[in-house]
């Protein structure tokens, strides 16, 4: 059969797809290296592809690789976590034009970690991760599930991947085409996987593919529980096609890092992509991150007196980076619409507002802030 073009050759919206990917994972793995008690990290490829395509673009593997090197590169010679890798996709000579494109780059040793390569169905090799992912003790896994379609992705698949708590879980879904269906007369595949989501006949209408891909997210968070974040990423193709990366995790830090990946694409409004040609007329203006909702949001949060975990944590759930916050309260504090004081009750050090994981953890109620009505 042959292949669609989409299959041979990389494009801007497949890119953008591993960028956040690498993004992530630079943040990601840079900060379990530097902990201590994590002894290594897993990575596993689930739908890998053949690692370059016909237009030369770089796909999953080659990403991840040139991240865990560059990492192994930095360390100067101090010893540094092994970082394993599983590539695995359903066609050999795929994996196979992977092995030789690693070694021709020379993208791997042995003192990065295990590399490994299969060519399982997903479905056969979904039990096995999930049976490995949940006897790691001071381990880490990763899983990027990056399938063409969705017939072989089931929610349970994603929350007996995340049961143990060491694991996160990147997963692409051509949400577009699920709306189409959804709009359409639905296919048996995709009533399956919404019912697992949210009862079938509950299901919320959706008015675009937008709409839909946020209701896909409630659905997850709603169906995984507080214990876990969902998140998405919106990829626009062509016009109003809307696919969506969907990142799933236990840990706050996880989502924190993934806030600062998203944001790092989308320097407006950290939620998608899109392209932008040549002649548009704006592309080369600076773009700063719209706060609006994120203060108008604030002020309603800090009615009542909020420590700076608390702030730390409501900036994370409106999908924002801390330091857009930080920002926010300076200028409030410069307009003096807030108040902030230390736990004794005096009045706390100007411009310092603790939001950051490591304060979050440690330090969760160094300061309170209330905003003054
Ligand atoms: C969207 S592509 C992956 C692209 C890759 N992540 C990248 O960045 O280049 C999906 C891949 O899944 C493989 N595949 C299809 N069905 C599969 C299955 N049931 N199990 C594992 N791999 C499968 C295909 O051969 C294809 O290479």
């Not at 008015?207 to 659905?219: R, V």
Request: glycine letters at 4%; one cysteine or more; aromatic letters at 12%.
């Amino acid at each position: 059969m042959a292949l669609k073009d989409s299959q041979t050759k990389m494009y801007d919206h497949s890119e953008v797809k591993v960028r956040l990917l690498k993004l992530y994972l630079e943040r990601y793995l840079n900060i379990m290296n530097s902990l201590s008690y994590i002894k290594a990290i897993h990575l596993f490829d689930m739908f890998c592809g053949e690692g370059v395509y016909y237009n030369g673009g770089k796909g999953s593997p080659l990403q991840i690789l040139e991240v865990i090197k560059s990492i192994h590169e930095k360390s100067n010679g101090n010893k540094t976590m092994p970082i394993n890798c599983l590539f695995n996709d359903i066609e050999k000579w795929k994996t196979d034009k992977l092995q030789n494109e690693i070694a021709s780059k020379a993208l791997h040793n042995k003192e990065m970690g295990k590399l490994e390569f299969s060519n399982e169905d997903y479905k056969n090799l979904l039990p096995n991760t999930v049976q490995f992912i949940n006897k790691l003790k001071n381990e880490k896994a990763f899983v990027f599930i990056d399938p063409y379609g969705y017939k072989e992705i089931r929610m349970s698949d994603i929350r007996n991947l995340l049961t143990s708590k060491s694991s996160e879980v990147l997963l692409f879904l051509p949400t577009q085409f699920m709306f189409r269906f959804e709009e359409k007369g639905t296919p048996e595949s995709l009533k399956e996987f919404i019912s697992e989501i949210v009862p079938k006949d509950q299901w919320p209408k959706s008015e675009t593919g937008i709409d839909f891909i946020e209701k896909l997210n409630d659905g997850f968070q709603n169906a995984l529980g507080d214990d876990f974040f969902v998140d998405s990423f919106v990829i626009t193709r062509d016009k109003n096609q809307f696919f969506c990366l969907f990142y799933f995790t236990s840990h706050i830090y996880g989502f924190d890092r993934m806030q600062d990946a998203k944001w790092e694409i989308d320097e407006e409004e950290g939620r998608g992509w899109q392209y932008e040609d040549d002649t548009n007329l704006f592309g080369g203006v600076a773009k700063t991150p719209n706060t609006f909702i994120l203060e108008r949001k604030l002020k309603e949060f800090l009615v009542n007196p909020k420590t700076n975990s608390d702030v730390y944590k409501f900036t994370l759930h409106q999908r924002h980076k801390p330091s857009h916050t930080n920002q926010v309260l300076l200028k409030l504090q410069a307009e003096k619409k807030i108040e902030v004081v230390n736990k004794d009750g005096s009045t706390a050090r100007k411009s310092s507002f603790y939001l950051n994981y490591k304060a979050h953890k440690e330090t969760p109620d160094k300061i309170q802030m209330k905003i003054i009505i």
